[in-house]
């Protein structure tokens, strides 16, 4: 096995657990949203289970990744956080609704929080819009 590879039964052990299907809404707010079920995934001071780690999301921002790239390796670096933080992420994903903050507040044309809702929606997610 190379270096950094996934050991075949932690991608086992994440496919059983994909199969579980959560009724789970996901909703969009800029960072002043104060409400229930408020995640902040920003790359200062968000959640860290969830929040890419900053060199990858420095490397998208600088260009040396392209949208496609980064979306790949933060769903590896998901898959790994899912498996090492297995509370928080059953936790998150049985709340029900939950609201996706950054620090961006939606103001480049991509955010990274729609790579996390393409991921969660392997888990059932539903994404139901922005939160003004």
């Known amino acids: 096995m190379g270096a950094g590879a996934?050991?075949?039964?932690?991608?086992?052990?994440?496919?059983?657990?994909?199969?579980?299907k959560f009724a789970l809404n996901v909703y969009l707010a800029d960072t002043s949203y104060d409400g229930e079920g408020r995640i902040d995934v920003s790359l200062h001071?968000?959640?860290?289970?969830?929040?890419?780690?900053?060199?990858?999301?420095?490397?998208?921002?600088?260009?040396?990744?392209?949208?496609?790239?980064?979306?790949?390796?933060?769903?590896?670096f998901l898959e790994n956080s899912f498996l090492q933080h297995?509370?928080?992420?059953?936790?998150?994903?049985?709340?029900?609704?939950?609201v996706l903050v950054c620090s961006c507040n939606g103001a480049d044309k991509y955010c990274h929080r729609q790579a996390f809702m393409k991921f969660l929606k392997l888990f059932g997610a539903v994404f139901k819009g922005t939160m003004r």
């Open 6 to 20: 996934i050991p075949l039964d932690i991608e086992k052990r994440l496919k059983d657990r994909l199969k579980k």
């Open 45 to 76: 001071g968000g959640n860290p289970v969830f929040s890419p780690p900053k060199q990858l999301f420095l490397h998208y921002k600088l260009g040396k990744l392209s949208r496609a790239q980064f979306q790949t390796e933060y769903f590896k």
């Open 86 to 98: 297995q509370y928080t992420w059953d936790h998150m994903l049985a709340s029900g609704t939950i």
